[in-house]
T-cell receptor, first 117, second 113 residues
Framework: GAVVSQHPSWVICKSGTSVKIECRSL??????MFWYRQFPKQSLMLMAT?????????EQGVEKDKFLINHASLTLSTLTVTSAHPEDSSFYIC?????????????FGPGTRLLVL | SQQGEEDPQALSIQEGENATMNCSYK?????LQWYRQNSGRGLVHLIL?????REKHSGRLRVTLDTSKKSSSLLITASRAADTASYFC?????????????FGTGTRLQVFP
């Protein structure tokens, strides 16, 4: 099956620093990658959709300058949380889709737990 | 919010019993998918049912879809302790020129041995 990895799996940082999270599709080319945020015992909230070689599409209420997304290749997308603050602490999950169809299956990474002190 | 709703929010059963989770959504869809999430982990795709399908099976899973009621159900038969997880439905809405999914609120299933 399709495998998606995320790195790091967890990170603790000081307030004001920036944190970069990588999402890689290991055995397929991901035309689209998605970034989600999940609070404890809650559902996934889509933050943005990124397509290789183009600008990410952010969901309403998500700050583009705060959450920088780069999708430089068909196997790698990165999310950078800039000037992180304690309220940015959350579980961040990426997913990848390679089918090219509408709303097809997404393959999820294992998630990155971010704690901002 | 476009987010779908699932019920129950939490479900506790004994091993061997069946577990049924329901999902309601708000917009017309291309397909509906069910995912499973173990605590603190990513999501695993379970099954996809298209808008022109009414029922689908995969192993111990049975999914139904009623587009007239904008609802779906996931049935897990003969549950096992290893089925303990959160289960989310996700819809691919139309007419959106996008392949994003809208996730439901989730059902937390606890299966006791």
């Amino acid at each position: 099956g399709a495998v998606v990895s995320q790195h790091p799996s967890w990170v603790i940082c000081k307030s004001g620093t920036s944190v970069k999270i990588e999402c890689r599709s290991l055995d397929f080319q991901a035309t689209t990658m998605f970034w989600y945020r999940q609070f404890p015992k809650q559902s996934l909230m889509l933050m943005a959709t990124s397509n290789e070689g183009s600008k990410a599409t952010y969901e309403q209420g998500v700050e583009k300058d705060k959450f920088l997304i780069n999708h430089a290749s068909l196997t790698l997308s990165t999310l950078t949380v800039t000037s992180a603050h304690p309220e940015d602490s959350s579980f961040y999950i990426c997913s990848a889709s390679g089918a090219g169809g509408w709303g097809e299956t997404q393959y999820f990474g294992p998630g990155t737990r971010l704690l901002v002190l | 919010s476009q987010q779908g709703e699932e019920d129950p929010q939490a479900l506790s059963i004994q091993e061997g019993e069946n577990a049924t989770m329901n999902c309601s959504y708000k917009t017309s869809i291309n397909n509906l998918q069910w995912y499973r999430q173990n605590s603190g982990r990513g999501l695993v795709h379970l099954i996809l049912i298209r808008s022109n399908e009414r029922e689908k099976h995969s192993g111990r899973l049975r999914v139904t879809l009623d587009t007239s009621k904008k609802s779906s159900s996931l049935l897990i038969t003969a549950s096992r302790a290893a089925d303990t997880a959160s289960y989310f439905c996700a819809t691919a809405p139309v007419p959106h020129n996008t392949d994003k999914l809208i996730f439901g609120t989730g059902t937390r299933l606890q299966v006791f041995p």
